[in-house]
């Protein structure tokens, strides 16, 4: 029997999605094996200094801005990496890498390019995004050339959808796959009720880049108004120039709320009544948004795109409504406004999603996905023995 050891490769943990995906998968498996997360980002250990039963790793750097420097000092710190992350894997008895984020996956395959280590990728939709130009046709050829040279020497891909298959179809090796999907922990879980109500409050949660359908779910939620006075929208995001230049553009609404970034997510939609998350990102595949929404017990209006409508149960028992894309590759802002009113006038529908957001939650429990991943672990070390 094999003492598991485990260790990830992460880009940063600047933003909570992907992330956060990660830290909760790291500390599940720390209660039984040994992990260590290996960051290359300082910004993390700005806000967090440790993750319960998980070891963190910092890069040794020489510098923290390359700025100005000759190119071959990057150079030299890339090799000092690659010789701690080679000492970190021998001094810690490693038996298995974890990789998050196609940057992170390349910087690896450079690093055990040449080793028999077992290897494998989270693959959380991003791949689909660098693949192609901005045109969403054209392939960028550096990053088609990078993903093959993962791809070469990767043991095995977990994937969050089976969209994020597609990618094979412009790859030159597809390896063994499995999907798992996304875990959440959460102390405990219940449906948000219909109470006729006050003002109702509308979250849209998401990374500040505009295929997530920031300013068509600004445009709905002023639909909206025109039927239900009483009503906010709550803005959670990841900082960018282009969430600043929507701040500026919509400030004087007060029922408007630009929030920007929050750790504990759970309790911020705790107390939000609905979720709108109309999403046009061509890389969309499990959002852990929509995860979160169900773990909070309350319905969600989204778009179609990835596994957003059998993550809500759309078809057996839904949990919101699935609003497709239109011609121009955008929801359009009307019928998310009408879905959002429908919850808002039906309080049996609305009551009815609640509960069977609640149900639409289980797969996505921590300890399955922890079971899942520890399996795959033990099979691909063992493999790799035989």
Not at 52 to 81: C, D, E, T
Not at 248 to 276: A, P, V
Request: positive net charge.
């Amino acid at each position: 029997m094999i003492e598991n050891a485990y260790t990830y490769y992460n880009r940063n943990f600047k933003y909570r999605w992907a992330e956060n995906f990660v830290k909760q998968l790291a500390t599940g498996l720390g209660k039984k094996h040994s992990v260590f997360l290996l960051l290359t980002s300082v910004d993390y250990g700005q806000r967090i200094t440790e993750l319960q039963n998980v070891k963190l790793i910092y890069p040794w750097r020489l510098f923290n801005s390359f700025i100005g420097l000759p190119y071959w000092i990057f150079q030299f710190q890339y090799v000092i990496q690659w010789i701690q992350f080679r000492l970190l894997l021998i001094y810690y008895n490693i038996e298995i890498v974890h990789s998050h984020l196609y940057r992170s996956d390349y910087k690896i395959y450079k690093w055990l390019r040449w080793s028999h280590m077992p290897w494998m990728i989270g693959m959380h939709g991003c791949y689909e995004d660098y693949l192609f130009m901005e045109d969403n046709s054209t392939i960028s050829q550096n990053d088609f050339n990078r993903m093959n040279d993962i791809l070469s020497r990767v043991n095995f891909v977990a994937m969050a959808s089976e969209k994020n298959a597609t990618i094979f179809k412009y790859t030159l090796r597809k390896p063994l796959t499995q999907v798992i999907n996304f875990g959440l922990a959460v102390d405990s879980i219940f449906p948000r009720q219909h109470l006729g109500k006050k003002t109702w409050i509308i979250g849209i949660v998401s990374r500040g880049i505009e295929s997530k359908g920031w300013q068509i779910g600004i445009e709905a939620f002023n639909q909206l108004k025109i039927y239900i006075p009483q009503i906010k929208l709550k803005l959670f995001y990841s900082e960018t120039p282009y969430m600043l230049g929507l701040k500026e553009r919509w400030k004087g609404y007060s029922d408007i709320e630009f929030i920007g970034f929050k750790d504990n997510i759970l309790k911020e939609m705790r107390e939000m009544d609905i979720l709108l998350f109309p999403s046009f990102f061509v890389s969309e595949s499990q959002p852990i948004t929509i995860i979160e929404a169900l773990a909070s017990g309350i319905p969600v209006v989204a778009t179609d795109i990835g596994e957003i409508p059998r993550m809500l149960g759309v078809g057996s028992q839904p949990s919101g409504f699935c609003v497709p894309l239109e011609d121009n590759g955008m929801p359009g802002a009307e019928k998310l406004a009408m879905c959002l009113k429908n919850l808002i006038f039906d309080p049996d529908l609305y009551n009815a999603m609640a509960r069977a957001a609640i149900k639409n939650f289980k797969p996505f429990d921590i300890n399955r996905c922890v079971d899942q991943y520890t399996m795959l672990y033990s099979n691909l070390i063992n493999r790799t023995i035989e």
